[in-house]
DNA sequence: TGCCAGGCCCTCTTTAGGGCCTT
């Protein structure tokens, strides 16, 4: 029974930047948010049957000895088919991730129903006044507590997730809008600048 | 041989270019 208020947002930690150009995935970290409180966690390596560059070691913290020993692509994205099932997803530059996910599970023969929103879209339209919009600077930004690695898979999702949790507790306060909707959260990340406080406050309670 | 991502978004824009983000 798909709970109403369910979202998983998720990271991915590949080869490269592109899919197109056979770029794969090597690390998946996921964490279920309901009703704003992290109720599952989903991280795995895995086997992209080649090495992995000298950039993408230094850059992630994996290497190709740990990759040896890790199930391949095809397992683990059957897996995280049954994780994520039909909940909505949530990413921070949500279009790189849905590209690899899209193309890791096209090569099993598995689909997902849920929609993707896009933590880096909606905080530019809530936060234009941060230096920039990489995960790092916003967790700064908001004086988030960090205990782990940046570029790690779990970890990157689970900052994702609190960065999420803070621009619904400001939308929240700042429009008294309670149950903020996913759809909600996708007009903000599609509506520009100059009118997301327009669009939100004909939600706003008085 | 030579090249190599791509969608979003701003602006000195739309007959375009370049920075931002992700690994």
Not at 134 to 150: I, R
Not at 180 to 201: C, E, H, N, R
Request: hydrophobic share 45%; glycine share 6%; net charge neutral.
């Amino acid at each position: 029974m798909k709970k109403a208020n369910s979202v998983v947002i998720l990271d991915f930690e590949t080869t490269g930047l592109s899919p197109v150009q056979g770029d794969r995935a090597i690390e998946i970290g996921a964490v279920r948010l309901v009703d704003g409180k992290v109720e599952q966690q989903f991280q795995r390596l895995m086997n992209p049957g080649r090495p992995i560059s000298a950039f993408i070691a230094q850059y992630t913290g994996i290497t190709n000895q740990m990759l040896a020993t890790a199930q391949p692509c095809a397992q683990v994205m059957a897996e995280f088919a049954d994780f994520i099932a039909d909940d909505n997803l949530i990413a921070h530059n949500a279009q790189f991730d849905k590209r690899f996910l899209d193309a890791e599970l096209e090569r099993i023969g598995r689909h997902y129903s849920g929609q993707f929103g896009c933590s880096l879209l909606v905080s530019r339209r809530l936060f234009q006044q941060a230096p920039n919009h990489k995960l790092g600077t916003l967790v700064d930004f908001h004086n988030l507590a960090v205990e782990g690695d940046f570029h790690r898979a779990l970890f990157d999702a689970q900052m994702t997730a609190k960065v999420w949790q803070v621009m619904l507790n400001h939308i929240s306060y700042r429009y008294n809008i309670k149950d903020i909707p996913f759809s909600l959260m996708q007009k903000v990340a599609k509506t520009s600048k100059s009118k997301v406080a327009t669009l939100l406050g004909q939600f706003e309670v008085n």
